[in-house]
T-cell receptor
C-alpha cells in the first residue's frame, strides 16, 4: 500500500532563516505531488504541484520554492523565512488527474 | 474563478442524528468529487469519493452528487461525537492536475 512521509512534525525557525521540508511517497510510481499551506482556522492554499521529476508549477508567488529531485520526493524550500510563512504545511500525492489526493501528517511551522 | 462553496458552520447535531453537509461548485465540467474529514490540528483524511450522479454509501456515510444542480452532499447517519471535525469538499476539473477545495464546514456532534 502507498504511504506518505513528511517531516519534521513541528519546526520553530527565526525570521530570515532558511527552510527545507521534505516529503516522500512509497508504494507508487510517478505520482502527482502537492504542497499546501493552511493558516490557523483557514482553508487549504495550494503552493506548488508537480506531475513529474523536475516539473514544478507554482500557484502563489512568494519567497518559497519547490523541487522534485526524485520521482517520489518533493521538497519545499525558502532562503529567508518571513513571519507570514507560519502555518501548517501539508504534502499530498495522487495517482493521476481527477483522483483523490492523500495527505501527509503535516509540518507545523512557527516563525519567531 | 472556479469555486467550491461550503457553509462554514458550525453545524450542530445531537448524537444519533443525521448530519447533512452541502457543497456547491461553479465549474460544470467538474468530474470527480471528494469529501475529506479534518480533525483539529491534523491533516485532511479522505472519506468519500463520488464520480457519477446519484448516491454512494460507505458505512454511515452517504455521498450524493447532482451534476445538473452542481452540488454534492455528505450525509452522516447515527452521528457520533467522534465525527466532530471540519469536512472539506474537493472538486477535480477535467484536464487539471489540481483539486479545488472548499473552506470546510465544521460539524459538532453533542453527546
Amino acid at each position: 500500500s502507498q504511504t506518505i512521509h513528511q517531516w519534521p512534525a513541528t519546526l520553530v525557525q527565526p525570521v530570515g532563516s532558511p527552510l527545507s521540508l521534505e516529503c516522500t511517497v512509497e508504494g507508487t510510481s510517478n505520482p502527482n505531488l502537492y504542497w499546501y499551506r493552511q493558516a490557523a482556522g483557514r482553508g487549504l492554499q495550494l503552493l506548488f504541484y508537480s506531475v513529474g521529476i523536475g516539473q514544478i508549477s507554482s500557484e502563489v508567488p512568494q519567497n518559497l520554492s519547490a523541487s522534485r529531485p526524485q520521482d517520489r520526493q518533493f521538497i519545499l524550500s525558502s532562503k529567508k523565512l518571513l513571519l507570514s510563512d507560519s502555518g501548517f504545511y501539508l504534502c499530498a500525492w495522487s495517482d493521476s488527474n481527477n483522483q483523490p489526493q492523500h495527505f501527509g501528517d503535516g509540518t507545523r511551522l512557527s516563525i519567531l | 474563478q472556479k469555486e467550491v462553496e461550503q457553509n462554514s458552520g458550525p453545524l450542530s447535531v445531537p448524537e444519533g442524528a443525521i448530519a447533512s453537509l452541502n457543497c456547491t461548485y461553479s465549474d460544470r465540467v467538474s468530474q470527480s468529487f471528494f469529501w475529506y474529514r479534518q480533525y483539529s490540528g491534523k491533516s485532511p483524511e479522505l472519506i468519500m469519493s463520488i464520480y457519477s450522479n446519484g448516491d454512494k454509501e460507505d458505512g454511515r456515510f452517504t455521498a450524493q452528487l447532482n451534476k445538473a444542480s452542481q452540488y454534492v452532499s455528505l450525509l452522516i447517519r447515527d452521528s457520533q461525537p467522534s465525527d466532530s471535525a471540519t469536512y472539506l469538499c474537493a472538486v477535480a476539473r477535467s484536464g487539471y492536475s489540481t483539486l479545488t477545495f472548499g473552506k470546510g464546514t465544521m460539524l459538532l456532534v453533542s453527546p
